[in-house]
């Protein structure tokens, strides 16, 4: 279950709110787990909300909404390691959209590098990386990087067609 943006603020307003009214009314002492609430929220939703909802909004095809969301992110390198490496798999796949593939190329490299969770979504960015080192006429690198998708146990079918695509685009050079 997702829950919108505004959930998750709310949700520390709330908290906060509560911590300080308890608090002015019984001591701070006791309302402290109030405001360790709205500490916690908060930093959810600052800390890995855009990345999780840049993601969803991306897999649903609304490009535009997952740029906004993931361009309100102003310090990628104070996310934990595991959405850093989101930030940049979303980052490369709408530049990907908008047909900017020389900026796409080190966002999809990032990614990579630093891992995804999803082993479909490594696969993606590894094939589209692929795609984007073949179009530069950097064959060594795209065999290299199809060895390690066919390494990975990957169910999706149109993934692995693609990858299928593309190992016969190599042959026929």
């Known amino acids: ?39 916690i929220f908060g930093m959810g939703y600052f800390l890995f909300h855009n990345v999780r909802m840049a993601l969803l909004k991306l897999k649903q095809g609304n490009i535009h909404e997952a740029e906004n969301l993931i361009n309100k992110i102003k310090y990628p390198n104070s996310l934990l ?17 908008k047909k900017q593939n020389g900026l796409a190329i080190p966002y999809l490299q990032s990614a990579i590098n ?14 589209n990386l692929a795609h984007l080192k073949f179009v530069n006429k950097k064959y060594n690198e795209t065999k290299m990087l199809l060895q ?26």
């Open 1 to 39: 279950m997702t829950f919108s943006s505004s959930f998750w603020a709310i949700a520390a307003f709330l908290m906060l709110f509560l911590g300080i009214g308890f608090g002015s009314y019984k001591g701070f002492d006791q309302s402290w787990y109030f405001l360790a609430a709205a500490g």
């Open 81 to 97: 390691k595991n959405h850093q490496g989101y930030y940049h798999f979303v980052k490369g796949l709408i530049l990907l959209q």
């Open 114 to 127: 630093i891992g995804l969770k999803n082993p479909q979504d490594q696969a993606l960015a590894e094939l």
């Open 148 to 173: 390690k998708i066919k390494a990975k146990k990957i169910d999706d079918l149109l993934l692995k067609e693609k990858v299928r695509e593309l190992e016969k685009a190599l042959k026929n050079i």
